[in-house]
């Protein structure tokens, strides 16, 4: 193991992922840094273990331990997206709890609840995150996570923000408070 902590702190983190997932392939590893696949790959072959999976709850269910497993795939391009990951049967239960009680968009009448015709509504715009391609070092992430910093603390004092904050205080739905937020700025 590596004397320095975060290397080393790394390492460990690899090797409870492999502990889980095994070994990935030379081809899963192509997004990994050269020290990932190198530590990886000086270490033992695993095979998976994800039915450990079930032993971490006793509610445990088929349907969790499926999305986990879908969710935790050493390849980016190979986990589930999101849009799946929300649509998946392990998370109907936790939708229609949701919209029974908690939610914005259904309401009770005399005769009893009014569903929404959409659970999942696609926002506008769609979330992009092209931005994270730029970044290829620590050295850039950190740098932009500062930038953010320091545009929220200018941001806080704004009218924009306190607009924000009004409307979030009145029940507004995100989606309506950016629409609102992107005609301030």
């Known amino acids: ?37 190198a530590h990886i790959l000086r270490g033992p072959h695993k095979q998976p273990s994800l039915p450990v999976l079930y032993t971490l709850s006793s509610q445990a269910t088929h349907e969790a331990v499926h999305l986990l497993c879908r969710m935790l795939v050493f390849d980016p391009s ?36 009014v569903y929404t015709s959409d659970f999942e509504p696609i926002t506008n715009p769609k979330f992009d995150d092209t931005f994270e391609k730029n970044l290829s070092s620590v050295r850039q992430v950190k740098a932009q996570i500062r930038h953010e910093d320091d545009r929220e603390k200018k941001c806080i004092t704004s009218t924009v923000f306190n607009k924000r904050f009004d409307l979030l205080g009145k029940g507004y739905h995100c989606a309506v408070i950016m629409r609102v937020v992107s005609d301030i700025s």
């Open 78 to 113: 190979k986990r589930i997206s999101a849009k799946d990951a929300l649509a998946h049967p392990y998370l109907d239960e936790g939708r229609l709890r949701y919209h029974t009680c908690m939610c914005k968009c259904c309401f009770s009448t005399s005769t009893g609840r």
């Open 1 to 37: 193991m590596p004397e320095i902590p975060s290397v080393y702190a790394l390492c460990l983190q690899l090797d409870l992922i492999t502990d889980l997932l095994g070994t990935p392939s030379l081809e899963a590893m192509r997004t990994a840094c050269e020290g990932a696949k």
